[in-house]
């Protein structure tokens, strides 16, 4: 298959839509024969017709070269739909507002997948004046580490990066953070929300489980999607 786009992608988006291969083919401006060669994939799209069949799908280039359609309605820069890429290879951290496709080293990033904090990788979220102090709970090793944490906000993110043998600990500016991201070299990335009514204290919870039942608790009292 072609390394830009697959035929694939193109028959599946078409199909989406409801169009036949003579409606692409009136769109873009080519032969019925050559929407069928690149379904085959027995012939590809030149290169500039990248955007023109983009545009007839509605979806953007990236998305349509990555194969992976935004799924969310507001498709507009927001750091909410914050997504990291993080290389194998030299540990590069690379930050989008949405869909990408990033190289790094000659290796095709995926975008990290981020679950919720667990025991093995607890983080605790304080408040000391306008900044809220974040500190996990792991070792810093060169082998095992945390190498960044990033507070979230719907305008804007803040990210400090972190090296072995250094402390697990970053300080932000409040401006409105919803979310706290950091990166385990090994586990992957992991996230915690940040809850009006426990993050807003000058305390940390240090048990895993209090900690859920507080947030079940203040999002029906005090949170506001």
């Known amino acids: 298959m072609n390394q830009y786009i697959t035929g694939a992608v193109i028959k599946e988006l078409r199909e989406q839509k409801k169009m036949t291969q003579s409606d692409l083919a009136e769109k873009l401006g080519v032969s019925d024969k050559a929407i069928s060669k690149w379904e085959t994939g027995k012939g590809y799209p030149d290169i500039t017709l990248l955007e023109p069949i983009a545009d007839a799908f509605g979806v953007s280039v ?6 992976n359609q935004v ?3 507001n498709v507009s820069a927001n750091m909410l739909r914050s997504k990291f890429y993080v290389c194998p290879v030299c540990g590069n951290v690379i930050h989008s507002m ?3 496709v990033i190289h790094c080293h000659g290796v095709q990033l995926m975008p990290a ?7 093995d990788h607890m983080i605790f979220i ?3 004046e306008d900044e809220y102090y974040v500190r996990i ?11 960044f944490i990033a507070a979230v906000s719907s305008d804007r993110i803040q990210m400090v990066k972190l ?10 500016r409040i401006n409105g953070v919803r979310r706290v991201y950091f990166y385990c070299n090994r586990d992957g990335l992991f996230f915690l929300d940040v809850v009006k009514g426990i993050d807003d204290r000058d305390k940390g919870y ?5 900690r859920r039942a507080l947030e079940n608790a203040a999002k029906n009292m005090f949170w506001k999607a």
């Open 206 to 210: 240090d048990d895993v489980e209090e």
């Open 163 to 172: 090296y072995p043998e250094g402390n697990a600990e970053a300080r932000f």
């Open 98 to 100: 949405g869909e990408a």
């Open 137 to 147: 709970d792991h070792e810093m090793t060169k082998t095992h580490h945390i190498s």
């Open 62 to 67: 990236p998305e349509l070269i990555s194969g």
């Open 71 to 73: 799924r969310n309605a």
């Open 126 to 128: 304080e408040c000391v």
């Open 113 to 119: 997948e981020a679950e919720q904090t667990d025991e």
